[in-house]
């Protein structure tokens, strides 16, 4: 089953080893972004990695953009593309799953032929959000966050976050937040991602849509409550109608071959900026009253100890 930190390696699943399934889905059918990514039991579905045979030979969603040479990759193909990833996350949130690690190398073709299938993968840090599966004895209930109150929301918003990001870079090549340290995410970094700092700069950006840029800030709000949900981004405009979207050719292409030396960096900011996140929700669940950091209660503890060695003391004699 999916614990607090991601799946329980010793969980009992009906998978082959290389975890295809071995029993059929129960509900509504997979997408194909999901593909043969996950190995499911009965319920809820138990999210493992992506199996060894197969190595998605079409490789990373951006390295293909960067392939294209002087072929126009345009704003039409990017809304198709986000539509397809949106669909595997209705469907992760739909059975009340977060999947809390979308990022460029987790989005892989399944072939190098034109026609293949975008997938997501890597469920390592993948988390039932139900309330049920995220109840735990650990909460600190006095410093608890209203975000953490609601953690099936919360945790969700985090993979719209990403959405956000990776739709930003598609219409752009280049993301909204990054590091001028080198560092994988600077305090500067950090402060831009949760202050919302980025901006459209011209010329990458003086040619997309305003229907594409009001659902960037629509995933990009810093409150987790306020992001779009994803039946919410699957109705905008920019995703369900995403054949009438223009088919303006973007710098995407271009500005990832100019900086494919420095894409390992952009993915390795994301990462951590994920991580990091995770980090904010996760360790409000480390604290229990035993671990507390709250003086009043610390000095309690040590007055019914001094009183207690005290009556011991007493008891001896």
Not at 105 to 128: H, I
Not at 174 to 197: D, E
Request: aromatic share 8%; glycine share 8%; net charge neutral.
């Amino acid at each position: 089953m999916l614990g607090d930190q991601g799946p329980d390696p010793g969980a009992s699943c009906l998978c082959h080893p290389g975890l295809l399934p071995l029993t059929p889905w129960p509900g509504p059918s997979l997408p194909q972004a999901l593909g043969p990514c996950l190995g499911l039991r009965f319920l809820p579905i138990c999210l493992l990695g992506l199996p060894s045979p197969y190595s998605m030979e079409g490789g990373e969603l951006f390295s293909r953009i960067q392939e294209r040479g002087d072929q126009a990759f345009t704003e039409r193909e990017a809304a198709e593309i986000m539509r397809d990833i949106g669909t595997a996350i209705q469907f992760l949130h739909s059975q009340n799953i977060a999947h809390r690690d979308v990022k460029p190398e987790n989005l892989l073709y399944t072939s190098k032929e034109k026609d293949s299938v975008l997938k997501l993968t890597d469920f390592g840090f993948a988390k039932e959000t139900t309330q049920n599966a995220l109840q735990t004895p650990c909460y600190t209930p006095y410093y608890v966050a209203p975000e953490v109150l609601g953690p099936e929301k919360y945790d969700k918003s985090c993979d719209m976050w990403s959405l956000g990001v990776i739709m930003y870079i598609l219409l752009c090549g280049f993301p909204p937040f990054y590091s001028n340290t080198g560092q994988a995410i600077s305090p500067g970094m950090k402060r831009r991602i949760r202050l919302g700092q980025y901006g459209f700069p011209n010329p990458e950006w003086s040619e997309v849509s305003e229907d594409a840029k009001q659902l960037i800030r629509l995933l990009l709000k810093t409150d987790p409550t306020e992001r779009l949900t994803i039946t919410q981004f699957m109705n905008h405009p920019w995703i369900n109608q995403s054949m009438v979207v223009p088919q303006t050719p973007l710098h995407t292409a271009r500005v990832l071959q100019e900086d494919r030396d420095h894409w390992d960096e952009v993915k390795e900011e994301m990462t951590s900026a994920l991580a990091t996140m995770r980090v904010d929700y996760d360790q409000v669940k480390i604290k229990d009253l035993k671990t507390s950091n709250n003086r009043l209660l610390n000095k309690r503890r040590k007055k019914q100890a001094g009183g207690s060695s005290a009556s011991q003391g007493c008891s001896n004699q």
